[in-house]
C-alpha cells in the first residue's frame, strides 16, 4: 500500500518539510518519518526522491511545487465525503436487511465525528507539514474504520455465508486502503 506524503513548499522558501503518512496495518494509520529539507544542500534532490518514491504527494495549503504530481490540501475534503457516503450505504444495507430479517438487535455504526483542521501552532514548514499530516491521518483512520465496520458485515459469522448484510457491490472481502475519489485523485504513475 502505498502512502502519502505531505510537503510544505512556500514560494520562495528554501526549507521544505516532508511528513510521510502510512498505512501500518489493516485500519491503522501512523506517521512513518518526518524530514527537514534545504533546498541548497547537495543531498536535497535525492533525498526529496527516496521519501516520495511510491507515495501519493500532498501539498499543504499555500505550497507550490510545479514538478511534482500532486494533490492540494483542500482535495482531502474527498475523505470525509466519501467515509460519508460509505456510512450511509451501511446503514441503508442494515435497514434493508433488518426488513427482510426482522431482526431489531442489529449493531448501528457511528459516523465519525466531523474534523476540523487544526492549523499550525508554529508557522514553521515542519509544523505546517505536521498539522497537515495529522488531519490527513484522522480522516484516513476514519474511512478505514467505516471500510472496517462494512467489512464486518459481509460474512455471516456464524455460518460465514456472504454476502450478508452487505450488498454485493460493498461486499468486497478486504478493507479497501483508500477511497475510491482519492485513488482516481492519485491516478498518476508514482512519483519519481
Not at 13 to 27: C, D, E, F, I, R
Not at 117 to 141: E, F, I, K, Q, V
Request: negative net charge; glycine residues 4%.
Amino acid at each position: 500500500m502505498r502512502g502519502f506524503a505531505v510537503i510544505d513548499a512556500q514560494p520562495g522558501a528554501t526549507n521544505w518539510a516532508v511528513w510521510l503518512t502510512s498505512q501500518t496495518g489493516p485500519a491503522m494509520v501512523e506517521h512513518t518519518n518526518a524530514v527537514a529539507l534545504d533546498q541548497a544542500a547537495s543531498d536535497f534532490t535525492s533525498t526529496l526522491d527516496s521519501l516520495l518514491t511510491c507515495r501519493h504527494v500532498l501539498l499543504t495549503s499555500g505550497s507550490d511545487v510545479d514538478t511534482l504530481p500532486v494533490a492540494r490540501f483542500d482535495d482531502l475534503t474527498l475523505f470525509s465525503d466519501a467515509t460519508a457516503a460509505l456510512h450511509a450505504d451501511i446503514l441503508t444495507a442494515i435497514a434493508a436487511y433488518k426488513r427482510k430479517t426482522r431482526n431489531a438487535n442489529l449493531a448501528i455504526p457511528d459516523m465519525p465525528p466531523a474534523r476540523a483542521y487544526a492549523p499550525a501552532t508554529n508557522d514553521t514548514p515542519t509544523g505546517r507539514a505536521l498539522a497537515a499530516a495529522n488531519h490527513l491521518r484522522r480522516l484516513w483512520r476514519d474511512w478505514l474504520e467505516m471500510e472496517r465496520e462494512r467489512l464486518r458485515r459481509t460474512t455471516h459469522p456464524r455460518t460465514g455465508e456472504t454476502p450478508w448484510m452487505m450488498p454485493e457491490e460493498l461486499n468486497m472481502p478486504n478493507v479497501r486502503a483508500l477511497p475510491a475519489d482519492i485513488e482516481a485523485l492519485f491516478a498518476v504513475e508514482a512519483v519519481r
